[in-house]
């Protein structure tokens, strides 16, 4: 058996080239196994030793670390992963993680924009600026199209097709998908285009969104400008980057869209992951009720 830093780098490897898994995901992953060969080179311990109990061992010292329900969760998952493919590569004998189970998740349920406060948050930018027309346009395909922010950063002008009302994208493990663009959101991308873009470049690049030095638009980038606007437009919620896409998914939803047709907008691999909008879709349709009816 390698020492087991060897083995990690090399099943990182093979979910990078094989699996085709995205850099956030094989961060993740290298993480959640790095900790536990700390714990094992700590235990004096190999991978062939490994069984149920201290697997056992391991999960109750990161609950102690008071690490979260869900972290512990994809640290049980990377963990299965990886023995599967220890086993797979005959690695070792026999598989610890087969009667380990997850915790049961925690009934959480994402913040939403209404309507009102989507509108109030698109009119925040400055659009006769550069960079405050740059904002306009991101926050708009945002919220017309459902993508992760990840997805909008790494937009090239050759992935737009406005002409058609599509954006082509790259989700997680890779997986090209097609989604449309509507009217309103082309219009402030053409016009950024044409007018901001222009003034941001320094030196030519195929990104769709550049900086203020005209370089890569990063995920700090985007959060940062987003807080400032939230706060600008006196949204009170808890706003992230993600909050776009889940009102997205949320009102299409509650205008009547099947859920099938959101599972591929959002390029979500199982349609159980869509399900939960149509929680948070009945929550806020049920908060409506009580709000409105007048014997509620």
């Known amino acids: 058996m390698p020492p087991t830093a060897e083995v990690i780098a090399d099943y990182l490897h093979y979910l990078r080239v094989e699996r085709g898994l995205s850099k956030n995901t094989l961060l993740s992953y290298g993480q959640d196994l790095r900790q536990f060969a700390a714990f094992l080179e700590q235990k004096k311990i190999t991978l062939t030793q490994v069984d149920r109990d201290l697997i056992m061992l391991y999960l109750e010292s990161q609950l102690q670390h008071q690490k979260a329900r869900t972290s512990l969760s994809r640290c049980i998952t990377s963990l299965r992963r990886f023995f599967r493919y220890l ?82 994208t790259l989700g997680k493990g890779q997986k090209e998908r097609l989604v449309p663009i509507g009217d309103t959101a082309v219009m402030w991308v053409q016009r950024y285009l044409k007018t901001a873009r222009p ?19 990063t995920r700090q980038g985007i959060w940062k400008n987003l807080k400032q606007q939230v706060k600008l437009a006196g949204i009170k919620k808890n706003v992230t980057p993600h909050t776009l896409r889940h009102s997205f998914a949320t009102h299409i939803l509650e205008n009547g869209a099947d859920l099938r047709i959101v599972q591929e907008l959002l390029g979500h691999a199982d349609i159980s992951t869509t399900q939960l909008y149509t929680h948070l879709s009945k929550k806020r349709l049920a908060k409506i009720y009580n709000e409105a009816h007048p014997h509620a």
């Open 87 to 168: 086993m797979q590569e005959k690695l070792v004998t026999k598989d610890p993680m087969q009667l380990i189970e997850l915790p049961k998740k925690e009934s959480h349920l994402p913040e939403v924009l209404s309507m009102s406060e989507v509108e109030m948050l698109l009119q925040t930018p400055d659009v006769k600026k550069p960079l405050g027309l740059r904002d306009r346009a991101i926050l708009e395909l945002m919220y017309a199209t459902g993508l992760r922010v990840s997805e909008v950063i790494n937009l090239k002008l050759a992935d737009l097709h406005l002409e058609l009302g599509i954006v082509q």
């Open 199 to 217: 003034k941001l470049l320094r030196t030519p690049n195929d990104y769709l969104f550049v900086n203020f030095h005209g370089n890569q638009l």
